[in-house]
């Protein structure tokens, strides 16, 4: 047994030819959430806390699509969503629709410690982030010049797009799309266990570019983007619809349950039955395994466990 | 095989000395919804069409917790939601805090079938509603001097109630005296149905909880909590929404029968009993034509019907009729 934490940035269409300058600083921001996290479960602090240090820690990394650097709506607005969960207890916290929180997972955290409810969304959740005094910022502070970009091109391609499809370009060499128009950036998450089994999974993002004003997606659904119970912790990305129809989070913790499958087994025949290049994971078990698996062409991820090991990879194969 | 339709209008402490001006109409509500749902499918209609008609019908009935009759949020007002699921594509919709919509679960279905996503919330979905010219009503339309005095009392109790859960009283007599002032026996509805080839639907419908703080979000527009289907059954629960979710009860009643092989009913009641009692109830149909409804609450106002002529209608343990 032992520890374990996984940490995603995102999964999609991440070319295998992406840049340094946009490649690098994520990879950067996924090692430092790693050692964050590291730190923290070597602390003896609850998986709870780590994964919403761990979540806060990348929706303040502009490079990633959850509070600062969240894609756009279609009218040029941030919509931010988050969910937290507690495996042993289940309970859970969601948020939708928030505009000015500067970290959504820590108030989807109020709402499941001190309110009644699970999950509050748009007004009401922005007037109980001011009751509860979390940090609030104008609209603007979350939007990166690279999501203004985004959009536009979303909106000429008119065509709502996961953050990681390539632009759709009748004659143009891919670099050059690339570096004007790339979208290699998605929903982040955290899942960890500590070595008494307790397990908690946390998930943040903007959603997906273009979206209609309202639109809410997988992250805030339990069972669909987020989930943990007594036997795993899961955090999912990818294309929301997509999730959200394959019950993908809890399909883990259901298929290890009622089919007796591993973790590793369990994550990979759920991914596998999402349709290719919409979806993602991030999982561990009680017993501190870990399971990363995609059916996209990438997803930003890293993970480790107390044995020592540790990754941090994009594609097939570990970076580093 | 054969088709088969279940509805229901709500599981909670609904008392057995809930009086008949109080009963009566739910249950004639009850009654004239399951008939409009065998009439569609003797017809040949789709159940994704059943069902969306039928909740349209219970929306528009004040005796139930959805559409007119809605129960108040803290602010007294009325924030509806809604979720549609089709089992066989396994597409679905579902909105969320509207004001206005006359009829949330056809939002909900126009969001399945006109947008490229699945869940629209607050203005975004008022302001889809519009553009897709559905019918919408001044927010007081949607208010009861019923769940006024409902919201007034849970403001006194000062708790969040289930539409069901008896009032708190420090020295109630007995229960009949305090239910005419403050009796909450509604909830949440919905329906679900199968036809002759194994087409599944759900759709449920709701005004959520009493109290409930601007902005909640409860299990009936959560796929996989309050709704879902696919292509071994459909369901649609109802009672305290955040044990719903929690419980991610729609989808395990499906993911039981498939990983552990038991029938519909086995299912039903499996997952029911892994939520904690008095919180849950839910209306369920197998692909072929089982009906399950099972609750953990003192009643659930339901009815059912299957093609062999078999039709029930019920609150608490035994059918009426």
Not at chain 1, 235 to 240: D, N, Q, V, Y
Request: aromatic share 4%; glycine share 10%; net charge negative.
């Amino acid at each position: 047994m032992g520890w374990a934490i996984s940490v995603h940035g995102g999964a999609g269409d991440i070319p295998l030819s992406l840049p340094p300058e946009k490649r690098l600083p994520r990879e950067a921001g996924l090692r430092r959430c790693l050692d964050v996290g590291i730190a923290a479960l070597k602390a003896h602090n609850h998986p709870l806390d780590v994964v919403e240090l761990v979540v806060r820690e990348l929706e303040n990394n502009p490079h990633f699509n959850a509070g600062k650097g969240s894609v756009l709506t279609t009218s040029g607005t941030v919509e931010m969503e988050a969910c937290i969960m507690d495996g042993k207890t289940m309970k859970c916290g969601a948020v939708s629709g928030v505009s000015t929180v500067v970290n959504a997972i820590s108030l989807a955290r109020l709402v499941m410690d001190k309110t009644p409810h699970i999950y509050l969304a748009f007004d009401g959740a922005e007037a109980f982030a001011r009751e509860q005094g979390l940090e609030t910022v104008e609209m603007s502070h979350f939007i990166t010049p690279e999501n203004i970009e985004r959009l536009k091109q979303a909106q000429e391609a008119d065509r709502v797009q996961l953050d990681y499809t390539q632009p759709i370009q009748k004659e143009v060499p891919k670099d050059a799309a690339l570096a004007d128009g790339d979208s290699q950036i998605g929903t982040v998450g955290c899942v960890a266990v500590d070595n008494e089994g307790n397990l908690a999974t946390a998930t943040s993002t903007g959603g997906i570019v273009n979206k209609m004003v309202g639109r809410i997606g997988d992250t805030p659904i339990i069972g669909a983007g987020t989930y943990a119970n007594h036997l795993c912790a899961v955090s999912a990305t990818g294309r929301g619809e997509a999730i959200i129809r394959g019950t993908i989070a809890r399909d883990v913790a259901a298929v290890m349950e009622f089919k007796g499958l591993s973790l590793k087994e369990a994550a990979a025949y759920v991914i596998d039955q999402v349709p290719r290049g919409n979806a993602g994971l991030v999982a561990v078990s009680s017993t501190g395994e870990v399971a990363m698996p995609f059916n996209t062409t990438g997803m930003f991820r890293a993970c480790a466990t107390e044995d020592g090991y540790s990754e941090i990879a994009i594609w097939d194969s570990p970076t580093k | 095989m054969g088709w088969a339709i279940a509805l229901h209008g709500g599981a909670g402490d609904i008392p057995h000395s809930l009086p008949p001006d109080r009963r009566l109409p739910r249950e004639a509500g009850l009654r004239h919804c399951l008939d409009v749902g065998i009439a569609a499918l003797k017809a040949h209609k789709h159940p994704l069409d059943v069902v969306e008609l039928l909740v349209r019908e219970l929306e528009n009935y004040p005796h139930f917790n959805a559409g007119k009759g809605s129960v108040l949020t803290s602010s007294g007002t009325v924030e509806m939601e809604a979720s549609i699921m089709n089992g066989k594509s396994k597409k679905c919709g579902a909105v969320s805090s509207l004001s206005t919509v006359v009829n949330a679960v056809s939002l909900a279905r126009l969001v399945m079938e006109k947008t490229p996503h699945i869940y629209l919330g607050f203005h975004g979905a008022e302001a889809f509603a519009r553009e897709q010219g559905v019918e919408t009503a001044d927010p007081s339309y949607f208010i009861t001097p019923e769940n006024i005095e409902r919201l007034k009392q849970a403001q006194d109790a000062n708790r969040v109630q289930i539409d069901y859960t008896q009032p708190v009283q420090k020295e109630a007599k007995d229960a009949a005296a305090t239910i005419p002032n403050g009796d909450s026996q509604i909830g949440t509805v919905g329906c679900v149905a199968v036809d002759s080839e194994g087409n599944l639907a759900s759709a449920t419908s709701t005004g959520g909880l009493v109290n409930k703080m601007a902005g909640r979000i409860g299990d009936s527009p959560i796929i996989g909590a309050g709704t879902y289907a696919n292509h071994l059954c459909a369901v649609s629960a109802t009672g305290k929404g955040e044990a719903m979710i929690r419980g991610t009860v729609a989808r395990d009643v499906a993911a039981v029968m498939e990983f552990k092989g038991l029938s519909l009913k086995e299912a039903a009641a499996y997952v029911i009993d892994q939520v904690p009692p008095s919180n849950a109830g839910l209306v369920a149909v197998s692909s072929t034509g089982e009906i399950a409804t099972v609750f953990n609450t003192t009643g659930m106002f339901r009815a059912c019907a299957s093609e062999d002529g078999y039709s029930e209608v019920a609150i608490w343990d035994s059918p009426l009729k």
